[in-house]
């Protein structure tokens, strides 16, 4: 019988020959996409002969992704990557040779105006990946003024933080990703021909603090060095500092190197038998591929192969509690 030609992934997503080359896929091996997204690394990694697992907590990528999951044979699960093991563990499967995470808002969510993630084009004031849950607007609209201005400075690392927060206080209520940018760039004195809009700072925050995107990452680090095997690859793309420092921060930690922490995981120097080897150099695109796709001028692909060490008991009662 022929073979039925799969449908083609929406996009090609950053990095991709290098996020293939640091998973080194051998047929038959069994890795976890855990950001399906369109589906481009999942693809690829079925057509290097993965058996692929992917995650996604959009119900719009689970539903739109069925037909390339179908097509290539992937398991399409709808949640958290950040439980991985636990949905892994339901299917019977308790480890992986390689896990690969593309961190932060997908082009699909960027570019859908009523999803409310960019001010690109004016659309509800939502920004939640899952669908579910406290929306942008419930945040902006009954927080405290200073946990806003919190908020922005820390994920966003808005300078000006408390003057853009009693801003939107005082704008209050706010609907619509318009009426956000607006008060944003008042609140700033930003004038139309600079060439970066103050926006952003406030958009990616506000995305971040809405999705707990820094502690599910954190976690699903936690949740790939538990299910990797002796050998297991893991990789991460990220796209901006905050995201990069705690990959960086944990890879390090977990190779034998002192880690200087994050908000969630304090400062120690590692005292237990390494769980990674030595992480690889951090990878950032070329020119060939940030002519084709700008947006990928931020990536940074990270990647680390997992040693024989078990995780500590230490650290796994610490994930539990947390």
Not at 121 to 150: C, H, K, R, V, Y
């Amino acid at each position: 019988m022929s073979r039925v030609e799969a449908p083609a992934a929406a996009h090609v997503p950053v990095l991709l020959d290098e996020v293939l080359a640091a998973l080194a896929i051998a047929p038959g091996e069994v890795h976890v996409d855990g950001t399906f997204g369109a589906g481009g690394y999942s693809s690829a990694m079925a057509r290097a002969g993965a058996q692929v697992f992917a995650f996604d907590r959009d119900p719009d990528a689970i539903r739109e992704g069925r037909a390339v999951a179908d097509a290539h044979g992937i398991a399409l699960i709808e949640g958290e990557f950040s439980r991985m093991a636990e949905l892994l563990a339901e299917r019977g499967i308790d480890k992986v040779a390689g896990v690969v995470l593309d961190i932060g808002v997908s082009s699909m969510q960027l570019d859908r105006a009523d999803r409310g993630f960019s001010f690109q084009s004016d659309g509800p004031l939502l920004m939640t990946m899952s669908q579910t849950g406290e929306s942008a607007a419930d945040f902006l609209n009954t927080a405290p003024e200073q946990e806003i201005a919190d908020v922005l400075y820390r994920y966003g690392e808005e300078p000006r933080s408390r003057r853009v927060a009693r801003a939107i206080v005082e704008a209050r209520p706010l609907e619509r990703t318009g009426e956000l940018a607006a008060v944003v760039r008042r609140a700033l004195g930003h004038k139309p021909h600079e060439k970066k809009d103050p926006a952003t700072r406030a958009f990616q925050a506000i995305r971040i603090h809405v999705n707990r995107e820094l502690e599910e990452l954190e976690r699903a680090l936690e949740a790939a060095e538990a299910l990797l095997v002796e050998g297991g690859r893991l990789a991460i793309v990220t796209f901006h500092s905050l995201e990069d420092r705690i990959v960086k921060q944990f890879l390090r930690g977990r190779s034998g190197g002192e880690s200087s922490g994050s908000r969630h995981m304090p400062e120690r120097t590692a005292t237990f038998a390494p769980t990674f080897h030595r992480p690889a150099k951090a990878v950032r695109p070329g020119m060939a591929e940030l002519t084709r796709n700008p947006r990928a001028r931020s990536a940074t692909l990270r990647s680390a192969v997992r040693t024989a060490a078990p995780v500590p008991a230490s650290l796994t009662a610490r994930s539990v509690v947390r």
